[in-house]
C-alpha cells in the first residue's frame, strides 16, 4: 500500500491524468496530445513527478530543485504549444496540464521558502530565489491567459508581447527615463526631502512654527495632484521644473511629519543625561535626537520614493515636451499601442522598485543599530 505523503504531489498526479485524457483544443480540427509527441512527453514527465512527490515528499532542498527544473522544461512546453497553433482555441486538457504545473511550482516553492541553512551566501541565494520564482510564474500565468483565451492586445497584451516592443524602443524608453526620473524626480525629490528637513528642525527649534505650520501643511498635503500639476505647469512652464515642483510638494510634508516624530523618539533617560553634562540644544541634536530619529527619517525617504515618481508622471499628462514617461503612457493609450503603454509601465516601476530598494539599503547600513535589525539568536 502507498502512503500519500504530499497532497500537492497527488493534486498535479491528477491533473497529468485528466490533461492526457481531454483534448488539447476546443477546434474543429483540433489538436491533441498524440499531435505533439513532445506535450505528451511532458505531460507524463509531469505526471511521474507528482508520483514521487506523493510517495516521497520533498525533504530536501535538493529535490525541490530538481522539481523546479521539471516545471521549467513543462511551462517551456507550454508555451511552445501556444506559439503552434493552439492560441485562442485552447480547452480543458491543456488547463489540466497548467494545474498540474501549478501544483508542483507551489510545493517547490513552498519548500524552498522554508530553507534554512547556516551558510549565508546560500540562504541568501534561496531568499532571492522565492520571490523571483513567484514573479515569473506570475508572468507565466498571465502569458497563458492572455494567448489562450485570444485576449485582445488593446485589452491586455501577453508579457511576451510586452518585453519584445520594450526592447525594440530602448531608445524611446532611455530618453523618457532620463526626462522623467533622472531631471524631475530625482531633483525634486532631493529638493522636497531637504526642505523638509530642514523645515522639521526650525519648526522643533521655533514652537509656535508647530502651531502655525503644521495645519497649512496638513491642508497642502491633501490638494489633489490633478489640480496642483496644471498650476505648476503655468508657473514653471512645460519642461521638467513644473513636474520636479510637483514632487517637491508631495515629498515635503511627509518628510516634515516623519522627522518631528522621530526628534521626539529620544528617551527621557538620554535627555537628562545629555542635560547633565551640560550640552547644548545643537549638541543633543546632532549627537542623540538625530539617531533616535533616523528609523523615521528613512521611512519617510522611502514613502517619497515611491511618492516621486507617481507625482512626476501624473504631472506630465497636463504638459510637457514631447518625452517622458507620463506623456508617452497619455499619447499610446490614444493611439491605442498598450503594449508601449505597459512597457513604460514596467520601466516605472522598476525605476521605483529600484529607488526604494537604494533607500531600504542605505537605512540598513546607517541604522544597523536599530532593534529591528538585530540578529536573532
Not at 534554512?116 to 491567459?145: C, D, H, T, Y
Not at 529638493?191 to 519648526?203: E, K, P
Not at 496638513?218 to 503655468?234: E, K
Request: proline share 4%; glycine share 10%; net charge positive.
Amino acid at each position: 500500500m502507498i502512503r500519500v505523503r504530499d497532497g500537492f504531489g497527488l493534486t498535479s498526479v491528477v491533473f497529468a491524468v485528466l490533461a492526457v485524457l481531454l483534448p488539447l483544443s476546443s477546434a474543429d480540427d483540433g489538436m491533441s496530445w498524440t499531435d505533439r509527441p513532445m506535450a505528451l512527453a511532458a505531460a507524463l514527465a509531469l505526471g511521474i513527478t507528482g508520483v514521487i512527490v506523493a510517495w516521497k515528499g520533498l525533504r530536501q532542498i535538493a529535490w525541490a530543485m530538481a522539481v523546479v527544473v521539471v516545471v521549467s522544461m513543462g511551462a517551456l512546453v507550454a508555451i511552445l504549444l501556444l506559439r503552434d497553433g493552439l492560441a485562442g482555441t485552447v480547452s480543458w486538457g491543456f488547463w489540466s496540464y497548467i494545474f498540474a504545473l501549478w501544483a508542483l511550482v507551489w510545493r517547490s516553492i513552498a519548500e524552498i521558502a522554508g530553507y534554512r541553512s547556516v551558510s549565508k551566501p546560500r540562504q541568501r541565494l534561496a531568499n532571492l530565489f522565492v520571490p523571483a520564482a513567484f514573479g515569473l510564474w506570475l508572468l507565466f500565468i498571465w502569458e497563458m491567459i492572455c494567448v489562450g483565451f485570444g485576449v485582445p492586445g488593446v485589452l491586455l497584451p501577453p508579457p511576451g508581447a510586452i518585453f519584445i516592443k520594450l526592447f525594440s524602443s530602448l531608445d524611446i524608453l532611455w530618453d523618457d527615463f532620463v526626462q522623467t526620473f533622472v531631471k524631475a524626480v530625482i531633483s525634486g525629490y532631493i529638493m522636497g526631502c531637504g526642505a523638509g528637513f530642514i523645515a522639521a528642525i526650525l519648526v522643533d527649534r521655533v514652537p509656535f512654527l508647530k502651531r502655525g505650520l503644521l495645519p497649512l501643511g496638513n491642508m497642502v498635503s491633501a490638494l489633489p495632484i490633478i489640480g496642483v500639476a496644471p498650476i505648476m505647469v503655468m508657473w514653471f512652464g512645460f519642461d521638467w521644473q513644473s513636474k520636479a515642483a510637483v514632487v517637491v510638494i508631495m515629498t515635503f510634508f511627509p518628510m516634515l511629519l516623519n522627522t518631528l516624530a522621530g526628534l521626539s523618539a529620544a528617551g527621557m533617560l538620554e535627555l537628562e543625561l545629555m542635560r547633565s553634562y551640560g550640552s547644548s540644544y545643537w549638541q543633543t541634536l546632532f549627537k542623540l535626537r538625530l539617531h533616535a530619529a533616523m528609523p523615521f527619517i528613512f521611512n519617510a525617504l522611502k514613502i517619497n520614493s515611491t511618492l516621486a515618481l507617481i507625482g512626476a508622471i501624473v504631472a506630465e499628462f497636463f504638459g510637457t515636451p514631447i518625452v517622458g514617461m507620463g506623456f508617452r503612457i497619455s499619447t499610446e493609450v490614444g493611439r491605442m499601442n498598450v503594449d508601449m503603454v505597459w512597457a513604460e509601465i514596467f520601466i516605472a516601476a522598476l525605476a521605483g522598485s529600484t529607488f526604494y530598494g537604494v533607500m531600504a539599503v542605505l537605512e540598513r547600513s546607517i541604522t544597523f543599530w536599530h532593534p529591528s535589525y538585530r540578529a536573532k539568536h
